[in-house]
């Protein structure tokens, strides 16, 4: 008897150490701000050109200018980068990576197609139609880019060979991603600012979660995040691109850009600076950006996100997030994870204070059973 009696006091108080200790982790979790541990720095371009797209594939960042002598630049590592010349003196303003090869669109010129295998070597391709191409992706195997006016997109399998096709509304469509077998494109303008398509040929309007102009889109931990550069609510978010819900941004600042990766999701504004998120709902801001430089586009590669701005002495920012051995996106901490000892827990971030005390409870109950086990003992002898 005596003896059952001090295990199960011991059993008491080590599960009341147990939940309090996972407790106290998880709380530890639940505090570290999205931004902790993130190193951001300022590298030196390779000119001066005005910078308006930056893209990540093959192992190097490639960054598109809309002007200049030397209108494309490309870096291994975010930091340093070497001047690169364009197939043809056009404005590009957007460039994507997609089955072996980097592909730039134009709003002037006259072929307004440009690809590469390497970031270096270019070569030029007649888009179907000449129109003002502002933004590209690649998806399901495909490139897709929108035209900023004129109610056109056009895809291909290779970024060579195009067809053109109709879209629903005639908005100012400005950003698009791809995520989750669909392309999602927003629009600074329009009654639906909002439009989806599984094929990038046949394109299904929705409603915004605001009416802002949204300026770029990123698809990342099964979540659609847009931001924009006006409004009450500068930041929205969706699972399916169909269903929007609004968030606040860290500033009410005029949102130019947003990028995902490493279990983050970042934002740039003109003439502002960063913010970053782990939810795409909650966001922080992020200091290290120049706020006199307008930035204008972000990509994220190898665990950094690269941005980069069309005017301004510092044009490039480079932001290095912490290296996580999770798949989910959670704030980056060094308390280790407690989802296999403990996945019957509320997740982290969530309130644990009630947890702690049931820890608490057990193990007082388990200490009284063992000092009530000595006073039985004494008595008896």
């Known amino acids: 008897m005596k003896l059952r009696i001090a295990r199960s006091a011991l059993r008491t108080a080590l599960v009341g150490l ?17 931004g902790d541990g993130i190193v951001v720095t300022s590298p030196t371009q390779a000119n001066t050109s005005p910078w308006r797209g ?5 192992g190097i960042f490639v960054a598109v200018a809309q002007s200049g002598t030397n209108s494309v630049m490309t870096s291994p590592d975010g930091v340093t980068w070497t001047a690169r010349a364009a197939a043809e003196v056009s404005d590009w303003t957007a460039v994507a990576f997609g089955g072996g090869k980097f ?21 030029t391709v007649t888009a179907p139609e000449l ?80 009416a802002n102009p949204w300026n770029s889109i990123a698809f990342g931990n099964g979540k659609f995040v847009a931001v924009a550069s006006s409004g009450t ?3 929205m978010t969706s699972a399916d691109g169909i269903t929007w819900t609004a968030s606040p941004a860290a500033s009410q600042s005029y949102w130019k850009a947003t990028a995902a990766g490493g279990g983050y999701y970042m934002a740039l504004a003109f003439s502002a600076g ?27 590669g190898n665990g950094v996100f690269v941005g980069v701005a069309n005017t301004g002495t510092l044009m490039v920012v480079r932001a290095a997030v912490p290296v996580t ?21 509320p997740s982290t971030g969530s309130n644990n204070s009630g947890l702690a005390v049931v820890g608490s409870l057990l193990l007082i109950a388990g200490l009284v059973i063992s000092l009530r086990r000595r006073a039985y003992t004494h008595d008896a002898a």
Request: proline content about 2%; hydrophobic content about 35%.
């Open 131 to 210: 129109l003002d191409w502002k933004s590209i992706t690649y998806g399901g195997g495909k490139f897709v880019a929108l035209a900023y006016t004129g109610n056109r997109a056009m895809t291909s399998t290779d970024g060579i060979n195009w067809t053109a096709g109709a879209l629903p509304a005639s908005n100012d469509w400005y950003g698009l991603a791809y995520g989750n077998g669909t392309f999602v494109a927003v629009a600074q303008t329009g009654t639906n600012r909002v439009m989806t398509s599984t094929d990038g040929t046949t394109w299904t309007l929705r409603t915004a979660a605001e």
């Open 325 to 345: 051995t999770t798949s989910t996106v959670a704030p980056t901490t060094t308390a280790k994870s407690n989802t296999t000892s403990a996945s019957g827990l």
């Open 18 to 34: 147990t939940i309090v200790g996972v407790a106290a982790t998880t709380s530890l979790q639940a505090s570290a701000a999205p």
């Open 54 to 58: 930056v893209t990540y594939g093959n």
């Open 274 to 300: 960063l913010m970053v998120s782990t939810d795409g709902t909650t966001w922080a801001a992020l200091p290290g950006a120049d706020s006199a430089s307008n930035w204008e586009a972000l990509t994220y």
């Open 233 to 235: 609510n500068r930041v």
């Open 103 to 123: 592909v730039a669109v134009s709003t002037t010129g006259s072929r307004r197609i440009m690809y590469s295998a390497d970031g270096t070597t270019w070569t």
